[in-house]
């Protein structure tokens, strides 16, 4: 009986799924649309990925196993100098992406998955026949900006109504933490009566397993044995200051011999196109040479994923330093690499790091991040206890296989 269930199984068309992302790079939120767009397509689903600009030099190299699409890019990013305008021009081109996707690429798909812009959903409504949607939301976009002036709070009443209003037409929303699904749920008081569902980001960990570290001499000078690494964009928002900043504090704790073999790496994505990347790579290449820090950091710009693994191998720990982060890939990759994490205390990380146990929780201040930091260089040993534990965390919490399992549920049943 069980085996005639498992062929009827086979027999049932796997559903078609098409994701709709705006910008594919190198960010948490590319990496999870990679990530779930593999996991469909190995449960046997036909996945396509389309997205108003796609380079592959600066994107995941699993993007390359995909059929990725692009239409659109022509439109601007910005409106003027400093990017201003950025949120109306991704509205427009989401919706004109939608509309390119639905009337001209002549795609036959079940499910859409689109996610960071809910503004195209309306778009599939106009199908003739009629597309499921999935959103995922990452985080309420009205909350990552600021409205210091009464022209901005106008511009972006209208934007902020559209987000509320057309992410309540998705037919399953589905958030990547408790505290995006708090957040959630307190921002957009009028879809009060939705319950978004937590699908934890994974990892491809496959990825991890295959590549084989390489040395690090180009990267690290000679002598050090406190390798410390920060994974993050260049932006502000990242509080990348605050890594540099434990690192002064630092200095005042340790001898001198032990302080001349530590180093920072501070790696990031990072794109020519964006000009806050541009502007804060010149702000903090300044704080170092004020701070008298030239000899121990290193920066890193758009790193490969064979540089990462070799990174996460080698390193004492990962500083991570965002605040309110909505969940944060880094410390998983991190914890599974057996490379404890140290984190701000909010957020995402609060359920992905077991503080005292595969990391530290910290307040977000830089004697703090500083007396985490000296444990592992006067316990070397707690390297390896936490990294273990780190590994088997993410084994247990967020493995691919619950991540795959999950997504293809909430698919399938959207289509029955």
Request: with cysteine; charged share 25%; proline share 5%.
């Amino acid at each position: 009986m069980a085996e005639e269930q498992a062929r009827q199984r086979d027999v049932v068309p796997k559903p078609s799924v098409l994701f709709l992302h705006p910008d594919l790079g190198v960010g948490g939120a590319e990496r999870l649309v990679l990530d779930a767009a593999l996991a469909l397509q190995a449960r046997g689903c036909n996945v396509k990925i389309w997205t108003a600009h796609y380079d592959p030099a600066h994107c995941f190299a699993e993007s390359r196993e995909l059929p990725v699409h692009c239409a659109g890019d022509w439109l601007p990013r910005g409106l003027g100098w400093g990017g201003r305008g950025a949120a109306v021009c991704a509205y427009v081109r989401m919706v004109f992406l939608a509309l390119y996707v639905l009337f001209l690429a002549d795609e036959e798909f079940d499910v859409v998955v689109c996610d960071q812009v809910s503004a195209c959903i309306p778009v599939f409504r106009l199908a003739r026949r009629r597309k499921k949607i999935l959103f995922y939301c990452h985080f309420p976009d009205l909350l990552l900006t600021k409205r210091d002036s009464f022209l901005k709070r106008l511009y972006r009443a209208p934007i902020d109504w559209i987000e509320e209003y057309t992410t309540g037409m998705a037919d399953c929303i589905l958030v990547n933490s408790q505290f995006t699904a708090a957040v959630f749920k307190k921002t957009f008081k009028s879809l009060s009566h939705i319950h978004p569902d937590v699908l934890y980001p994974s990892l491809n960990v496959t990825s991890f397993d295959s590549v084989v570290p390489e040395k690090l001499d180009d990267l690290v000078p000679k002598g050090k044995k406190f390798l410390l690494l920060s994974i993050n964009r260049y932006e502000r928002k990242k509080n990348l200051t605050l890594a540099l900043e434990a690192l002064v504090q630092l200095r005042g704790r340790l001898t001198s011999q032990d302080w001349e073999r530590v180093h920072l790496i501070v790696a990031g994505g990072y794109d020519e196109r964006v000009l806050e990347n541009v502007e804060h790579y010149q702000e903090l290449k300044k704080m170092v040479q004020q701070s008298d820090l030239g000899q121990y950091v290193t920066f890193l710009r758009s790193f490969s994923d064979k540089q990462k693994i070799s990174l996460l191998h080698s390193c004492t720990c990962v500083l991570y330093t965002p605040s309110n982060e909505h969940f944060g890939i880094v410390p998983l990759e991190a914890m599974y690499m057996q490379c404890p994490v140290i984190a701000v205390n909010s957020g995402g990380p609060l359920e992905s790091i077991d503080h005292s146990v595969t990391g530290f929780l910290c307040e977000p201040d830089p004697v703090d991040f500083s007396e985490a930091i000296e444990k592992f260089i006067h316990e070397p040993s707690l390297k390896a206890t936490m990294g273990l534990a780190g590994r088997a965390r993410v084994k247990e919490k967020f493995s691919p296989e619950a991540f795959t399992e999950q997504l293809y549920q909430y698919v399938t049943k959207l289509l029955v």
